[in-house]
């Protein structure tokens, strides 16, 4: 165990329980760190650094929520005092503690921005980089770290190239630490190596492999059923060991291990919203509980099974590419309700016209006209018009009332077969199923 004496006189001022000083977090180098002779960022007196944000986004923070936790320990919450976000498990050898703090998420809820503080005996030591990191970029920490004795450890950074897959770096630079002693009773951290080995199963000169991450995986059978819901899905971090995904009816998310075959889930959290009619209740159910007894997996071709020993559980099947807008899509749901048999000529309809980026149609008691545009998977609608025809009947005026709503809130698409649904965000808003 490593043992620092009691500092005395201004060491004192560097404790946990007593003012640390502040400076501003330097920016990123434009060659990187990794790639130069080590040097020591972290001086003989560490100074503690606030993140360069204001007051926090609260939708961020909502959204993101369940990936937080909460203080364990004095120097946990020294950092969350600076305006730092606590994410991830600390690592913690003897008296040593590697805590990581972010300063904002993705639209995956991985850390951007992110830190990794060192301490020693409860006083803070410095820092495992010189600049602040982002999930799945070049020098981003890989949250590995591994002691060689109680003052020597070594921790490990991706390392991207132009050319690799977000999910795969090609390269990861592993670089030893040294708690050395100072001048004064304090210990200093300091980097005393690197080295960058190409990732064993990323070979520079190959592609990567199909594996967990890297692509969205559809939910197709529970069992051996079929699922009759077309947007469950779980999508997995390698670098952060992070799952989330959609059960068709609440988004997820939680940590997992993948040893060789072996992939256990750590406990998921979920959002809230109630699921409605049957299908959805009971995909989201059997989803779950198949992702909890999870203990091995399989990939063959583009298809993910999930096992508990020998009983298949869940299988996926990797995203297929979008197909373009065009063509006429009748409404055959509308949020969670399906739509009765109508007469033809009340049948509520979208047409898309992608050589003038116009959508017309019908919308239960009115023809309507939009503009919208695409780009990958995200849809807008915009200057949406309609004629002025009175509704007869309470039902279908809130019909039309619903699916305008629907188009104004819409941000995302996706075409599966003969079936186009539109989303707010991974919330299915509306059906459609592809006419002649």
């Not at 921005?113 to 301490?119: C, D, R, S």
């Not at 999910?167 to 630079?173: A, F, G």
């Not at 799952?243 to 959002?271: D, I, M, V, W």
Request: glycine share 8%; hydrophobic share 35%.
């Amino acid at each position: 165990m490593i043992k620092f004496p009691a500092a005395a006189g201004l060491a004192a001022l560097y404790t946990v329980a007593t003012t640390l000083a502040i400076a501003p977090m330097s920016l990123a180098a434009p060659q990187s760190w990794l790639d130069q002779p080590p040097r020591n960022w972290n001086p003989n007196l560490p100074i503690l650094d606030i993140p360069p944000r204001g007051n926090p986004d609260p939708s961020e923070l909502n959204r993101c929520r369940s990936t937080l936790r909460s203080p364990q320990s004095m120097a946990d919450r020294l950092i969350q005092q600076r305006g730092w976000y606590l994410v991830g498990t600390p690592i913690r050898h003897q008296n040593v503690e590697i805590i990581l703090g972010n300063t904002g998420f993705d639209g995956m809820c991985r850390p951007m921005g992110y830190q990794a503080f060192v301490f020693a005996g409860g006083r803070y030591l410095g820092t495992l980089s010189p600049n602040l990191m982002d999930s799945r970029t070049d020098g981003s920490f890989l949250g590995e770290v591994k002691f060689q004795n109680d003052s020597t450890f070594t921790a490990d950074f991706a390392r991207y190239t132009s050319n690799d897959p977000l999910c795969c770096p090609s390269r990861i630079s592993t670089v030893t630490y040294r708690l050395e002693r100072g001048l004064l009773p304090l210990p200093r951290l300091v980097p005393v190596a690197v080295s960058t080995q190409p990732t064993a199963n990323h070979p520079p000169s190959q592609p990567p492999e199909l594996g967990l991450s890297g692509q969205r995986w559809r939910l197709r059978r529970i069992g051996n059923q079929a699922v009759p819901v077309d947007t469950a899905f779980i999508e997995f971090d390698s670098a952060n060991r992070r799952a989330n995904g959609f059960t068709g009816c609440n988004n997820f998310n939680g940590g997992y291990t993948a040893n060789g075959p072996r992939l256990l889930f750590a406990p998921l959290a979920t959002s809230q919203r109630l699921c409605g009619q049957e299908p959805l209740q009971s995909v989201e159910t059997q989803m779950l509980q198949g992702l909890s007894r999870t203990n091995r997996y399989r990939i063959q071709g583009n298809t993910l099974q999930l096992f508990e020993d020998n009983r298949l559980l869940l299988t996926f099947e990797a995203g297929a590419t979008e197909r373009p807008l065009s063509g006429r899509w009748q409404l055959q749901r509308l949020g969670n309700m399906p739509m009765p048999p109508r007469n033809p000529m009340n049948t509520v309809f979208i047409e898309f016209d992608p050589n003038a980026q116009r959508a017309a149609g019908f919308s239960g008691c009115n023809n309507f006209n939009a503009g919208y545009s695409v780009n990958g998977q995200q849809l807008r609608f915009s200057a949406v018009a309609t004629t002025r025809r009175a509704c007869i009947g309470q039902r279908a005026q809130r019909l039309e009332m619903s699916f305008l709503q629907t188009l104004e809130q819409t941000n995302r698409y996706r075409i599966e077969g003969n079936t186009l649904t539109f989303y707010d965000g991974d919330r299915p808003l509306a059906m459609f199923q592809r006419t002649p």
